[in-house]
Every structure is written in C-alpha cells, then in structure tokens.
C-alpha cells in the first residue's frame, strides 16, 4: 500500500518571500509593513503604554518583542524607565540615558497578533503595490501603451494598462477615434500622479508625442539614431506635420520613414485614421525649413527679419488659399513647426507691399516638394 506522505508546511519566512515575488515588492518592505503591524496589535491586546520593539527574524521567520526602556537614576515612569542597577544585571556596562531592549514577547502574542494584523498586513500591501505601480508608470512616462477599454466613467475611457487603470479622457481623444467597452487601444502616457486609490495614469491620443512615438516605432533608422525626429506639429483629427533630418548623406529621410509605396508609414497612418499626415525635410536654413513646411503649395520667396523670428513667404496668386490651407491650417502648423511668425501674401499683394528694411530675401532653392503618404482605402 502506497504512503502518502504529506507536503511540508510553507513557513512564514517562504510565505513572506515568495508574496514578494508574486507582489512584486521588495522584501525588507514587506518585512517592515509586518512588524509595523505586529507592533500596533501588541500594544492594542497587552499593553498600551508599552515602548515596544518588534522584529522578525529574516532567516527563519522568529519574531521577537522588546520594551524599550531609558535608564536612570530615580525611576518615574516604570513603563517607560528602568533603574541603572536593573538595568545592569539585564545589560552590564550599560550607563545612564542609555535605551536597552528587555524581551517581552507573550507567549500567545502569535495567534492574537496574526488576527490583529492582518488587516494592517493587507493595507501596507497594498500601498507596496501601489508604490511599485506608480515607480513603474513614473518612470514610463512619454511612452505609448496599448490596453483594454474595461469601462467608461463620468464620459472618461477607463483603460486596463497592465496591473493599473489609466484614464483616457474626451479631450485627449481624437474626432476620428470612436472607440467602445472591449477595444484595445493605443495611447500615450502623458502624466502619472499619486491619487488616494493609487497612481492615476492618464493617457492622451492627441498629443504631438502620440504622433512621435508612433513614427519612431515603425522606421528602424530611428530608433539607430540615423535619422532625427526635429519637430512635430499637429490638429488632431485634422492634419499633422512631421520634420525629419537625416545624419547620414546616404540615408534619405523622408524616403526612409516613408517606404516604398507608404508601406512604412501606412501603420502610423492607420492609427490616426483620417488625420492627414505631412513629412518635411528640416532644414538649419531657416528659409529653406519655412518654403519645406509650406507645402504642398510653391513659394516664390522667403524674408526674414534681422532677428530671425519674423518671415514673409510670397506664393503664386493662385495659390494662396492653398499655402493657407482650411481655416488656416496650413499656415498655422507651419508656424508651430518651425516656431516662426508668418506672413503669407501672394505675388500681386506683395507687389503692392515692400519689404521693411528689418527684412531680406534669403536663398530657398534647396526647399523640397512635402510628402503626403495616403492611407489604404478602408482602414479607419
């Protein structure tokens, strides 16, 4: 006949190790949450007044109480206070004002104290946890995530990230994105803060770092460091603008993060769904970086001021709406990208308006034509 034998008890100490493990959590934080709980369950079950010491023995999992007690020479407070002659035989060579350690550990102190603390024990572990969390995510920010829409609440998306929920509020939502309870979406962390619940992270689809972050993933020339993301400026929903600069003569930027066909842009594309997306070529000649971010539209010339902040950009007649662009856009996220004040005006309107003499024309012939990959017909 077959012996079962039986499986040899977890003891504290594997319990205690393997739960940071599982937690995640360092063990000397676990360890001190413990004996801060035991301390608090002795002094509610035995002695209030005590000035206690409690410590668990990391090897085997022993713990152990000691009263802390001051010497002196009169005692006043037998609590708290211990003669030097009692403290002598306890301690030999101890002197006065010294704090010596008497060990008071009740002999029942083990079942009261796991009933008493492991209330205690479950809230520290939590807050560990918490901890961990909010390290992580801290230490994430400016990265993108992907994760599970679980819930909406007070209008907010509610976004399972790992072992946290992250918030994706309205206004960091996209007017192309119309997500539902149960999607999976991609997000940027734009911010982690410490909250009563635990760390609240909050994610944002319209930021211009979204738009970064998710270029820098698909073209391996950034990621080597070849080629440099040097700007981004973007409406979201509406229309964006990327500028890009290559270290190696060799290598092309804006071919390089398009691909053949927009094959290496086209996932980029497929996450901003309808938002146009323009890739430029930067430029350290400030007019030839203004006449690249312009396009599509051709510019006849470019002036700048004397302090390099100020430009005015001539286009042909017919082309001034477009070097605008709708309500303004082109122009405006030109500025942004280049961070210059424009000034537009077509051939006619400049004839009738001389420059300042703050102003000069500057060289452009090196401006290139703007690229606008397309997305594939029936992606979002």
């Given at each position: 006949m077959a012996v079962r034998r039986k499986k040899p008890e977890l003891s504290l100490i594997d319990a205690l190790k393997d739960l940071c493990v599982e937690k995640e959590i360092k063990p000397d934080v676990l360890f001190e949450a413990v004996e801060s709980a035991l301390k608090v369950a002795y002094k509610k079950n035995f002695n209030q007044d005590d000035n206690v010491e409690i410590t668990i023995d990391r090897e085997d999992g022993s713990y152990h109480v000691y009263s802390l007690k001051s010497v002196v020479e009169e005692v006043t407070d037998p609590i708290i206070e211990i003669s030097l002659a009692d403290a002598e035989k306890i301690s030999p060579g101890c002197e006065l004002d010294d704090v010596i350690e008497i060990e008071v550990t009740p002999k029942d102190f083990g079942r009261i104290a796991a009933q008493a603390a492991k209330q205690l024990v479950v809230q520290k572990l939590r807050e560990a946890e918490r901890g961990v969390i909010y390290d992580e995510f801290t230490n994430r920010e400016s990265d993108l995530v992907r994760g599970k829409i679980v819930r909406v609440e007070e209008g907010n998306m509610v976004v399972e990230v790992g072992k946290t929920e992250a918030i994706l509020e309205p206004e960091e939502m996209s007017p192309c994105d119309n997500y539902k309870i149960g999607d999976w979406v991609r997000a940027y962390i734009v911010e982690v803060k410490k909250g009563g619940k635990g760390p609240q992270v909050y994610l944002s689809r319209t930021h211009p770092n979204f738009l970064r972050r998710l270029v820098e993933l698909e073209i391996p020339e950034i990621q080597e460091g070849i080629i440099e993301i040097k700007a981004v400026a973007r409406e979201a929903g509406a229309r964006a603008k990327i500028a890009v600069s290559s270290k190696d003569p060799n290598v092309e930027a804006v071919g390089s993060c398009l691909g053949q066909r927009s094959t290496r842009i086209q996932p980029v594309l497929d996450?901003?769904?309808?938002?146009?997306?323009?890739?430029?070529?930067?430029?350290?000649?400030?007019?030839?970086?203004?006449?690249?971010?312009?396009?599509?539209?051709?510019?006849?010339?470019?002036?700048?001021?004397?302090?390099?902040?100020?430009?005015?950009?001539v286009v042909p007649d017919n082309q001034l709406s477009l070097a605008i662009g709708k309500e303004g856009q082109n122009a405006r996220l030109a500025a942004r990208i280049t961070g210059l004040k424009i000034d537009i005006k077509s051939m006619k309107q400049a004839s009738q308006s001389p420059l300042s003499d703050d102003m000069h024309e500057v060289d452009i012939s090196e401006a290139k034509a703007v690229f606008k990959p397309r997305a594939k017909k029936g992606k979002k």
């Open positions: 996450e901003l769904g309808t938002e146009k997306l323009d890739i430029i070529e930067w430029s350290p000649k400030a007019g030839v970086y203004v006449a690249n971010a312009l396009s599509p539209s051709k510019i006849v010339s470019v002036a700048l001021d004397d302090n390099g902040k100020n430009c005015r950009v």
